[in-house]
């Protein structure tokens, strides 16, 4: 497993500055640098309508639809799907894994939030398993105080550091290994996200949470369909609650 990288940040152009301080709304004018062959000249404007949708279609969370608002998501596909980059649906990202819609993505942050918020209205520590192309490590980057983030692919791991080199994140440790074990040496966890679905959550993920955190993620059901599940651990017992029905790639042993 590599080391914490860490990441430099800037997000949409905005100067970098101290984690709690920073605004995750971009400055007026500074969203128009966008990559060539791109998605035109105001992704902003796109992204604003992708957040509409959201709140329309329940999401209420203001920081989780900031957040969303504020990561450009054309900059983690591949050029010829930029133009999708803000509708609601999956993308593939390489190596037959898909980057999450829009919509699950902040449902499933949503979620996590409904767990104990530290003193600065961020959530603390978070574990992302499934790194992917970067993207929600992105946006738990600005609603959480520092994210490590697993990959068990390492062709997605770099393409992931790649991705996210731009916007210099610092609170953003991207992990190469196995994520069904967790990662022992950044617990305990405020909230830990799961990007592929299991046949159960494992047990290491249970152990590495504090006690008042939130685990979200896709698990198979006894129907043999994946929904959605929330735990939550209070000082006596694990809560669990079956959400909706869900398609994740499959959570999966060992590296590769
Ligand atoms: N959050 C990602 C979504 C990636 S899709 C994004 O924003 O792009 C899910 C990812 O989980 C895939 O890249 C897959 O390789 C990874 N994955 C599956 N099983 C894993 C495991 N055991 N540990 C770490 N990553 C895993």
Same mark, same amino acid.
């Given at each position: 497993?590599?080391?914490?990288?860490?990441?430099?940040?800037?997000?949409?152009?905005?100067?970098?500055?101290?984690?709690?301080?920073?605004?995750?709304?971009?400055?007026?004018?500074?969203?128009?640098?966008?990559?060539?062959?791109?998605?035109?000249?105001?992704?902003?404007?796109?992204?604003?309508?992708?957040?509409?949708?959201?709140?329309?279609?329940?999401?209420?969370?203001?920081?989780?639809?900031? !957040?969303?608002?504020?990561?450009?998501?054309?900059?983690?596909?591949?050029?010829?799907?930029?133009?999708?980059?803000?509708?609601?649906?999956?993308?593939?990202?390489?190596?037959?894994?898909?980057?999450?819609?829009?919509?699950?993505?902040?449902?499933?942050?949503?979620?996590?939030?409904?767990?104990?918020?530290?003193?600065?209205?961020?959530?603390?520590?978070?574990?992302?398993?499934?790194?992917?192309?970067?993207?929600? !490590?992105?946006?738990?980057?600005?609603?959480?105080?520092?994210?490590?983030?697993?990959?068990?692919?390492?062709?997605?791991?770099?393409?992931?550091?790649?991705?996210?080199?731009?916007?210099?994140?610092?609170?953003?440790?991207?992990?190469?290994?196995?994520?069904?074990?967790?990662?022992?040496?950044?617990?305990?966890?405020?909230?830990?996200?799961?990007?592929?679905?299991?046949?159960?959550?494992?047990? !290491?993920?249970?152990?590495?949470?504090?006690?008042?955190?939130?685990?979200?993620?896709?698990?198979?059901?006894?129907?043999?369909?994946?929904?959605?599940?929330?735990?939550?651990?209070?000082?006596?017992?694990?809560?669990?609650?079956?959400?909706?029905?869900?398609?994740?790639?499959?959570?999966?042993?060992?590296?590769?």
């Amino acid at each position: 497993m590599s080391r914490r990288p860490g990441f430099p940040v800037r997000l949409d152009g905005a100067p970098a500055g101290p984690a709690t301080g920073r605004s995750v709304a971009p400055a007026p004018g500074t969203s128009g640098h966008e990559r060539s062959g791109g998605i035109g000249l105001d992704s902003q404007a796109v992204r604003l309508r992708m957040v509409q949708r959201m709140a329309a279609q329940g999401i209420t969370d203001a920081q989780v639809l900031c !957040a969303m608002g504020s990561v450009e998501r054309h900059r983690f596909v591949d050029t010829a799907l930029v133009n999708q980059a803000y509708e609601d649906t999956s993308l593939p990202i390489g190596l037959g894994q898909t980057i999450s819609k829009p919509n699950v993505v902040a449902r499933m942050i949503e979620l996590l939030l409904g767990g104990a918020r530290g003193p600065t209205g961020r959530l603390g520590r978070v574990l992302e398993i499934g790194t992917g192309c970067g993207y929600q !490590a992105a946006v738990l980057s600005l609603v959480a105080v520092e994210v490590y983030s697993m990959e068990r692919l390492r062709g997605l791991h770099e393409k992931a550091r790649d991705n996210l080199r731009h916007f210099r994140l610092p609170n953003v440790h991207l992990l190469f290994g196995d994520g069904r074990a967790g990662y022992a040496k950044g617990a305990p966890y405020a909230g830990i996200i799961a990007a592929a679905g299991g046949e159960a959550v494992p047990p !290491a993920w249970i152990e590495q949470l504090a006690v008042g955190g939130r685990i979200v993620a896709p698990t198979q059901m006894p129907g043999g369909y994946q929904a959605l599940v929330v735990m939550e651990k209070t000082a006596r017992e694990m809560k669990q609650t079956v959400l909706e029905p869900v398609h994740f790639v499959p959570l999966k042993s060992g590296i590769a």
